[in-house]
């Protein structure tokens, strides 16, 4: 199968990167599935049913979260009636939504689809491995899933690097999210797992990570309260991770990073042209 993982959405240049791109690379990378984490969708924070939409309309066949998923207080009820909406598995008990989610390709390919959250520098939730651990448990690669992606929305790229060795060989691809830049260390581990530490974001990168420039350098040259953050205006880049799983084992065989855009340089999967 092709998978394609999209990093953070990040307001409407990011919005407006994936409705213009999205279409089409499906159609010329022939995609079986494609991911989009969309915690920042509404102006950098949180999503609304409508964003959601969108993005499932452009061709997301399910959209990730974290920190910010519950920002816009609507998706507290439309994330229980959106199947293909995936919050951090690691909530607690009696949060709405899911932490995992199977998607059905057109070819009737089962793609398993868990969201995870990081405890180091951010909310302490419940141990994000564990919870990991249940999802795949439940779903395991090759007995009832054809390919397994694994969202871990973190900060320390320590915890990111354990998750991935943690799943190696019980996932098509570990990929973290959630700074907004990404790394340059896709790899395919040995037990066969497509892993990259952060994929990037979906959006403007004339910004602070996908915000306008004045108000955060403001804050860290002067420590005091001020205007609310807005998400930046500019083109967006598309940033994500391409994968290509044997069917036999449903693990990586190819991994190859995207970057569409402005601002970085681009990259792609040229092996798919």
């Not at 790229?157 to 790394?183: I, Q, Y």
């Not at 994929?199 to 955060?216: A, I, N, R």
Request: hydrophobic share 40%; aromatic share 6%; net charge negative.
């Amino acid at each position: 199968m092709r998978l394609l993982f999209l990093g953070d959405v990040v307001g409407r240049p990011g919005r407006v990167a994936v409705s213009e791109r999205l279409p089409a690379l499906r159609e010329r990378w022939r995609l079986d599935c494609v991911v989009i984490n969309g915690e920042n969708a509404a102006g950098g924070f949180g999503i609304t049913e409508s964003i959601c939409d969108e993005l499932i309309n452009a061709g997301a066949d399910a959209v990730t979260l974290g920190n910010h998923s519950f920002d816009q207080r609507e998706a507290m009820v439309f994330i229980a009636r959106q199947p293909r909406l995936v919050r951090p598995a690691n909530y607690p008990p009696g949060t709405p939504g899911r932490g995992a989610t199977v998607v059905e390709t057109q070819s009737g390919a089962r793609v398993l689809v868990v969201n995870v959250m990081g405890r180091i520098f951010l909310d302490p939730l419940d141990d994000p491995f564990a919870a990991a651990e249940r999802e795949l448990s439940a779903c395991p690669l090759r007995d009832a899933a054809d390919a397994v992606i694994v969202d871990v929305h973190a900060e320390a790229t320590s915890e990111k690097e354990a998750f991935g060795w943690f799943l190696d060989g019980r996932a098509s691809l570990v990929v973290g999210t959630h700074t907004h830049v990404p790394t340059a260390d896709h790899r395919i581990l040995p037990g066969g797992t497509a892993y990259m530490s952060d994929v990037g974001m979906c959006g403007d990168y004339d910004s602070v990570l996908g915000m306008q420039k004045d108000e955060p350098v403001r804050r860290f040259l002067q420590k005091t309260p001020g205007s609310r953050l807005e998400a930046a205006t500019g083109e967006g880049t598309l940033c994500g991770i391409a994968v290509e799983t044997d069917d036999a084992t449903g693990l990586a065989r190819r991994v190859s990073p995207v970057r569409l855009g402005p601002h970085l340089e681009e990259t792609w999967p040229r092996h798919w042209d």
